[in-house]
Structure formats: C-alpha cells, structure tokens
C-alpha cells in the first residue's frame, strides 16, 4: 500500500510528543509500506534532521508557509470561525502544493496527523484517516477555566470552535485514531463511536539502557520545556513539592527550549538542563521520575521512557488514566505537593520498594507499548481491518 502522511511539523528532532508520535508511526509503517510524508514548516530543518526522517520513508516533502502566511491566516480565522489551531498551519498556497503533490504521488491511502492538517484533505475522494492524538478541544476547555480575563476569554473561544471542528470533520475521513481510552471518552459526538485507540509506543533503546550512571539527581522531570503544561509542572514541583522534601533533595529539570520561567527556577539544588543529545542520559542519572500533571489529555511519553529505563515515576491521576499503570505496584499516585514529597521521600529511604517498582516499570512498558505493534494496528485500520 502506498501511504500519504501529512504531519504539522516536520518530524524530527523528537522534542514534541506528536513529532515523536509521527516519526514512530512512519518508521514502523514502512516496515510494510511505501510511505510518503509531507510536512508544514516555517523553517529548514537541519541536514541530519533531514537525513533521519528520510532514511525511514520512500518521499519526503516540505511545504514551506511564511509568517505573513500564518498571520493572515489567523486573521481570516477571526471571521469565518475556523480554529486558530488549524489556521495557523493552513494557507491557500500551501493547499495548492498539497493537490500536487498527492495528484502526483497517487497514495492509496492518506493519514493526517492532527485535526490542524484535516484542512489540506478533507474532500479529497480517497481513503483517509485522521489521528486526533487527543481531545485538543477539551484541552483548551480546562486551560480556559483556570486562565484568566482575556487569556481565558481566548481559550474559550479557541475551544468552542476547537471541539465544534473536531465534531464536523469526523464525517470526512474513513478512520478516527485517538492515544488513549480516556482521550476517546471525552469526544462526544455520532462519529466518536468509529474512533480507534492506538496508544504510543517506547523505543527499544530505552529498554536496558544503562542505570549504574552516576546519579546526580533525586527527583527528575523531562519534557519541551518551552510548553505550557510541562512550564507549570516544572514550577509546581520546584516551588510546591522541593520544600516538602527536607534537604539535600536534588532536581533536575531537562527538555528543549526551556523558557524564562523555568530557568528562573535555577538553584544550587535545581538543575536545568535545556535540550540534550540523548534524553537517556537525563533519565540514567535520576533516582525517581516526577511528573505533577493535570492535563488530562494526551498520553505522557515521558512516563513511558522513564518506567522502559527503570525508573520509579510518581504522577497524577489523569496522567496514568492515559497509560494504565497500577498504582502503588508499577507507579506511585499523588494528588497534592505533600502526596509528591511523601511518596518522594518513602521511595528514597526503602530500597527494597524502590527497586520492585523500578522492575515492575520496566515490565509494564515492555508488556504494554510497543511502537511495533502499534504499526501493525495502524496498518490493520488502513486495509479495513
């Protein structure tokens, strides 16, 4: 079968989960298909980048949209109500581009990555399916309700029109994907009832990399550190849960384009690492995964790559509502800052729990994530299966 993937951003590097999501998905449809993937972008990536997606795909386009593209886009949007999520990755001359490229390449069948792409194709008379990944209009529902005057009033707008177009372009496509059960619950319309769970995946490299790093942290989170939920989460546990733990406690904070407000948590005991080569390195040198995240939406590949390297992780429910994990067997559970230092400090001082629950992890996200089993399910769901 020949595949058509259409991603918002090119693919690599992994810094964002939906390019980490793509890029797997693509790398294991290849394994049965011819793949071709066209990807939105702003900028040129890197040679290696370039290099790292091609060696896993027979096609590779770019389509190039300027900032006076977008703007105007967003601008359009304000009148005839389409999402500024989806505008800002569409504009007219990019469209064109897309027609020609899928005329020319005559895929069998078309998977858009993100309801902010099912613009480009969403009359076009060929077999298609859609990955939501997650409820991104629900998502901006709850930014909405603890956000305040105009930055509230802005999410609540981009959230109607968010879930509306997530509702009116369901009937456009012949598959609905989405990352989790939990994900899938919260869409609510006719179609939501064809919508398929296929879950993320942890890479190989990560099962039996290396624990006997030295470790220069006790408590440590991973993420783009440049993203809203994970800024919080970061300020959250310095500000919050780090008083509670007593001293000596050490955290390191490590992911791509840390903003202002994370660096300003800098301190002789918190550690910021910004964007690293290999993230394994981060999750080698902590004790103890900590990730104080609401959301509720998406599934946190980071607690996957933390619990495949052996890594006890403490999290929140709506976090391990997307993933699965027993609580208190595979994964600790807090719902405050005192829940996150007291199961911090119990996991720190008992050697025994901490190394059961560092075993349990690792047989969790084997048993349960896999990016090859996964590609096999998408494959499945575009012959019809």
């Given at each position: 079968?020949?595949?058509?993937?259409?991603?918002?951003?090119?693919?690599?590097?992994?810094?964002?989960?939906?390019?980490?999501?793509?890029?797997?998905?693509?790398?294991?449809?290849?394994?049965?298909?011819?793949?071709?993937?066209?990807?939105?972008?702003?900028?040129?990536?890197?040679?290696?980048?370039?290099?790292?997606?091609?060696?896993?795909?027979?096609?590779?386009?770019?389509?190039?949209?300027?900032?006076?593209?977008?703007?105007?886009?967003?601008?359009?949007?304000?009148?005839?109500?389409?999402?500024?999520?989806?505008?800002?990755?569409?504009?007219?001359?990019?469209?064109?581009?897309?027609?020609?490229?899928?005329?020319e390449i005559n895929p069998d069948h078309i998977y858009c990555q993100?309801?902010?792409?099912?613009?480009?194709?969403?009359?076009?008379?060929?077999?298609?399916?859609?990955?939501?990944?997650?409820?991104?209009?629900?998502?901006?529902?709850?930014?909405?309700?603890?956000?305040?005057?105009?930055?509230?009033?802005?999410?609540?707008?981009?959230?109607?029109?968010?879930?509306?177009?997530?509702?009116?372009?369901?009937?456009?496509?012949?598959?609905?994907?989405?990352?989790?059960?939990?994900?899938?619950?919260?869409?609510?319309?006719?179609?939501?009832?064809?919508?398929?769970?296929?879950?993320?995946?942890?890479?190989?490299?990560?099962?039996?990399?290396?624990?006997?790093?030295?470790?220069?942290?006790?408590?440590?989170?991973?993420?783009?550190?440049?993203?809203?939920?994970?800024?919080?989460?970061?300020?959250?546990?310095?500000?919050?849960?780090?008083?509670?733990?007593?001293?000596?406690?050490?955290?390191?904070?490590?992911?791509?384009?840390?903003?202002?407000?994370?660096?300003?948590?800098?301190?002789?005991?918190?550690?910021?690492?910004?964007?690293?080569?290999?993230?394994?390195?981060?999750?080698?040198?902590?004790?103890?995964?900590?990730?104080?995240?609401?959301?509720?939406?998406?599934?946190?590949?980071?607690?996957?790559?933390?619990?495949?390297?052996?890594?006890?992780?403490?999290?929140?429910?709506?976090?391990?509502?997307?993933?699965?994990?027993?609580?208190?067997?595979?994964?600790?559970?807090?719902?405050?800052?005192?829940?996150?230092?007291?199961?911090?400090?119990?996991?720190?001082?008992?050697?025994?729990?901490?190394?059961?629950?560092?075993?349990?992890?690792?047989?969790f996200a084997k048993q349960n994530f896999s990016w090859e089993q996964?590609?096999?399910?998408?494959?499945?769901?575009?012959?019809?299966?």
């Amino acid at each position: 079968m020949k595949i058509l993937v259409l991603t918002s951003r090119f693919p690599y590097p992994l810094e964002k989960g939906d390019k980490l999501r793509a890029y797997y998905q693509i790398k294991e449809l290849s394994r049965y298909h011819s793949v071709h993937v066209v990807s939105i972008s702003d900028e040129n990536p890197d040679k290696s980048s370039l290099e790292a997606v091609r060696i896993i795909c027979d096609g590779l386009h770019l389509i190039r949209i300027t900032p006076l593209e977008r703007y105007l886009s967003l601008m359009g949007a304000a009148v005839n109500g389409l999402p500024f999520q989806v505008a800002w990755f569409y504009s007219p001359s990019a469209h064109k581009i897309m027609e020609g490229i899928i005329d020319e390449i005559n895929p069998d069948h078309i998977y858009c990555q993100l309801a902010r792409m099912a613009q480009y194709v969403r009359k076009i008379r060929l077999p298609k399916s859609l990955d939501y990944m997650d409820s991104f209009g629900i998502g901006m529902k709850r930014r909405a309700a603890v956000a305040r005057g105009l930055t509230s009033f802005i999410y609540r707008v981009e959230a109607g029109r968010m879930i509306k177009y997530e509702q009116d372009i369901a009937s456009d496509f012949d598959n609905l994907i989405i990352i989790s059960e939990q994900d899938k619950s919260q869409l609510d319309f006719p179609d939501a009832n064809k919508i398929r769970v296929v879950s993320n995946g942890v890479s190989e490299t990560f099962f039996g990399y290396s624990r006997k790093a030295e470790k220069t942290c006790d408590l440590l989170f991973v993420g783009n550190m440049g993203y809203l939920p994970n800024i919080e989460a970061a300020e959250f546990l310095v500000r919050e849960v780090l008083p509670r733990c007593g001293p000596n406690i050490r955290v390191k904070i490590a992911g791509a384009n840390p903003s202002p407000r994370v660096l300003t948590l800098r301190s002789p005991e918190v550690e910021v690492t910004g964007w690293l080569d290999d993230i394994r390195e981060a999750y080698a040198t902590g004790r103890i995964f900590i990730a104080p995240i609401w959301s509720g939406t998406g599934q946190q590949n980071k607690i996957l790559e933390a619990m495949a390297i052996g890594m006890p992780c403490i999290t929140t429910d709506s976090v391990n509502n997307a993933i699965g994990a027993m609580p208190g067997k595979d994964i600790m559970i807090a719902s405050s800052a005192e829940e996150f230092a007291q199961a911090a400090a119990m996991l720190l001082s008992n050697a025994g729990r901490f190394e059961e629950m560092s075993r349990r992890s690792v047989e969790f996200a084997k048993q349960n994530f896999s990016w090859e089993q996964n590609g096999k399910v998408l494959s499945d769901i575009f012959a019809g299966k």
